[in-house]
């Protein structure tokens, strides 16, 4: 019997090619799509870390001002609790740096980690040759180690193996090559090479924490525990150290924290949103082709088929869609997961190798079992109405014009499919209009973002030990560059305009205490007497930086419109004074000499903040400028002259390593990838919703304009125009849409408030998406509905009175 079910359903199938094929893709795409999304999110949620007892790795350091992920802990704060805590048994810490790597050939520059030995055994990584770090490597004074990547090793050294007691020279100093770590291993996220921490009392460096919790203490305990210890590191912590307080948390939210897992919940949920539409779009297809059958249905039920015969039968059909549907979705699923690395790969900040997307057993298990439940699901609705049908009606002549109840059920299931399009639609508008205002807005200034190159240094401190040297090589490297013909100006600075943001710091006015909320803060950046004209920033008040401004000289800085509201409101700010760092050791005050426009330092997608600038020739011994970038303003295409810039800066000192030369458009497209890959995801979704909701209210039409063409064609015998054809049927497309537009909206309210996010910019309930939703569902719905309309104009009452 279950032979003979499956060879009825595959010559039914066959039979009906055209509908076959339809159900598999909607089936398909929208099965895929889910299954790409719970990819991700089975990934960077679900999944464990691919470190041993990574049940019991956790995150240790400050609480975050917005409570998601976990913050640094100070060097000094981690020693102190080192051997203190019960409840871990291995305490570890790193940071990451960027280093030079000189291998005779120029320096280039290389993403590093610097971590305490202790966390090579949490991580459970072993060395493919030599030996890993030791508490020896570890102490403070002790000679420079390091350890390679295995593609470092593979590429840079030819996979030399005799590489392990090599010399290499990192930042201007020696370092012998102790091991090579295997392939995969990147920890924390594209690090390429690995050296200790070396930490000593007193350095108050900024560390990422990582504890093993003891077999058997759970995750409250140490936090109690290390609350505990809260009043005695109070004491032993400098004074600018002593309100922030701990934490621990698992080390996955360091990877993933709170609000991206929120959003990777959301974009799930909007993918079951659209599986959900093409479950309504096939069981729509199925009961218009059960209808279709319904005499044929009634006769075997009045040969002695049962309900549970005929309902197995519609179930077996729709396993051999799933199956196909299946077929489809596993390339659409590992495509869209190949898009999502390329898309951050390209940004040269790929995603961590922690995230592994296997397309293991687990996840065809999963993909299938969601499959054969979409399409049991779809053939369940078709034939649990096949199987209550009315005998005697389905077999009684004349009944070929009635539905049998199928086209409310119908006209239901189009209603939902027209409310989650609106509803999905609103998600991908919002994330859209924050898009397209960004890549329209210029950075900062009137320049052309294509027309200003970037580019970073990193000068070793072996080779720099001082500032004044930095900005030596770095007013030789911008005088070679403003005297090539073609180039309009250049600058340097610690900041590139909403790519790299110099820093983010309290200030304060004179004598004022600190607010309960917190000081003032203000994105500052460090910039050369050419950063304005390079930029094309007005200045609206004052002067700007010049040759007066050198180191000895009185400290000055210039503040942006932002900042001048904000502090000075209604008042000239010239000549006030402005105190940097308050409450901290270093605190220093500065004159305002100059006002210019608004200024955007930070990433664009960043919270607006006043911006404030400091010249420098002043900047000796400020801890910004461990890392300085180079900005050249063209006449021409700026990214044609990437190689030059190179070249200029290697003639300077071959040793200063030059990375992430980037047109100013470049950098700021990459500096939105999160926003695009968002727009992208929630973008897709909305289109196959407004899709399969096009087609549904398509087919509803047609199917009923096909069961009322008795009717119809009586109408046009009487007499009836065009008018009153296309009224009858237009009504019923009326309030249905009417109807789905109704409830989509009272969906979207909340789901728009949901996604409202104010660092994207996005607002809940904003007319400039909803209305252009509600005009854009209304535009296709009329499309789908212009065919079944001519075709009920094109009506012949001879034929359709000629019935049966």
């Known amino acids: 019997m279950i032979v003979r079910e499956f060879r009825e359903a595959w010559r039914r199938l066959t039979r009906r090619p055209g509908y076959a094929l339809l159900s598999v893709a909607v089936l398909g795409v929208g099965l895929g799509i889910t299954l790409f999304l719970f990819s991700v999110v089975d990934t960077m949620v679900l999944q464990p870390l691919p470190f041993p007892h990574a049940d019991r790795l956790m995150a240790v350091g400050d609480v975050p001002d917005n409570g998601n992920g976990i913050g640094n802990i100070d060097s000094d704060q981690y020693l102190l609790l080192r051997g203190h805590l019960r409840s871990v048994d291995a305490l570890g810490a790193y940071t990451e740096v960027g280093v030079n790597l000189d291998q005779e050939r120029g320096a280039t520059y290389r993403n590093g980690t610097r971590f305490t030995a202790s966390m090579m055994d949490m991580l459970g990584v072993k060395p493919i040759l030599g030996r890993a770090f030791t508490a020896a490597d570890d102490a403070q004074g002790a000679a420079p180690v390091v350890l390679l990547g295995e593609t470092l090793w593979r590429h840079d050294f030819r996979a030399d193996p005799n590489i392990v007691g090599r010399s290499v020279r990192i930042d201007g100093s020696w370092a012998t090559v102790v091991g090579v770590l295997p392939a995969g291993f990147d920890f924390p996220q594209d690090s390429e090479l690995w050296m200790p921490l070396q930490l000593g009392i007193g350095q108050h460096r ?158 065809l298990l999963f993909a299938f079992s969601v499959a054969v439940l979409s399409t049991a699901v779809v053939g369940l609705i078709p034939a649990w109405r096949a199987a209550r049908a009315d005998l005697q009606d389905a077999l009684r002549d004349g009944s070929k014009g009635s539905s049998g109840g199928f086209g409310k059920a119908t006209r239901t299931m189009v209603v939902a499919q027209v409310a989650l399009t ?123 930086f010049d040759a007066r401004d050198r180191a000895g000289s009185q400290r000055v800085a210039v503040i942006d419109a932002k900042m001048a509201a904000a502090l000075w409101p209604g008042d000239d700010p010239l000549n006030r004074t402005l105190v940097l760092y308050p409450g901290k050791p270093q605190a220093e005050t500065v004159t305002i000499v100059g006002v210019i426009e608004p200024l955007q330092l930070a990433s664009a997608l960043s919270k607006s903040q006043p911006g404030l600038l400091l010249p420098l020739l002043q900047a000796a011994g400020a801890s910004p400028m461990d890392r300085v970038g180079v900005s050249v303003r063209t006449h021409a295409d700026a990214a044609t002259w990437t190689r030059h810039l190179i070249e200029t800066a290697h003639a300077v000192d071959p040793q200063v390593a030059v990375f992430e030369v980037y047109s100013q458009a470049a950098a700021m497209a990459m500096s939105r990838t999160n926003l695009v890959v968002l727009t992208d995801i929630f973008s ?41 054809i296309v009224r009858t049927v237009a009504r019923q497309l009326a309030w249905q849409l009417g109807l789905g537009l109704g409830i989509g909206l009272l969906l979207a309210i909340p789901w728009s408030g949901m996604l409202a996010e104010p660092g994207l910019h996005t607002r809940a309930h904003d007319p400039a998406v909803f209305v252009p939703v509600l005009l854009l569902v209304l535009g296709v719905s009329a499309f789908a509905a212009l065919v079944p309309l001519l075709r009920a104009l094109r009506v012949d009452p001879a034929v359709a009175l000629r019935y049966e």
């Open 684 to 724: 897709a979704l909305g289109l196959v919703a407004l899709l399969l909701a096009g087609a549904g209210l398509y087919g509803m039409l047609a199917f009923s304009v096909a069961q009322r063409t008795r009717e119809l064609g009586i109408r046009r015998a009487i007499g009836a125009g065009h008018g009153a």
């Open 422 to 544: 609106v509803v999905l639609l609103v998600g991908a508008g919002m994330f859209v209009r924050v898009l397209v205002g960004l890549m329209t807005q210029s950075p900062v200034g009137a320049a052309h973002a294509a027309n200003v190159l970037t580019a970073q240094f990193a000068m070793p401190r072996a080779e720099y030990p001082h500032d004044a040297q930095r900005i030596r090589f770095l007013e030789t490297l911008v005088e070679r560059l403003r005297s090539e013909p073609g180039v309009v100006d250049a600058t340097a600075s610690n900041t590139i305009p909403s790519t790299m943001l110099g820093s983010r710091e309290d200030v304060a006015l004179p004598g004022q205490g600190q607010p309960s909320d917190g000081w003032p803060q203000a994105e500052m950046g460090i910039v050369d007497a050419h950063f304005l004209d390079t930029y094309g920033v007005h200045l609206r008040e004052g002067r700007f």
């Open 206 to 363: 900024s560390l990422s924490g990582v504890a093993r919790l003891a077999p058997g203490v759970s995750l409250a305990q140490a936090r109690a525990e290390l609350a505990t210890k809260a009043s005695e590191l109070r004491r032993a912590l400098p004074v600018e150290q002593r309100v922030r307080a701990s934490t621990i948390k698992p080390l996955a939210l360091s990877f993933t924290p709170e609000d991206t897992r929120g959003w990777l919940w959301l974009m799930l949920g909007a993918g079951g949103l659209v599986l959900l539409l093409a479950c309504v779009n096939v069981a729509n297809l199925q009961m218009v082709q059960t209808l279709n059958r319904r005499h044929e249905l009634a006769l075997r039920s009045a040969l002695g088929g049962g309900r549970a015969r005929l309902m197995a039968g519609a179930l077996v059909e729709s396993l051999l869609l799933s199956v196909a549907s299946l077929a489809l979705a596993w390339p659409i699923m590992r495509g869209a997961v190949r898009w999502l690395q390329v898309s951050f790969a390209a940004t040269d900040n790929p995603l961590p190798s922690a995230y592994r997307f296997d397309a293991d057993g687990w996840m």
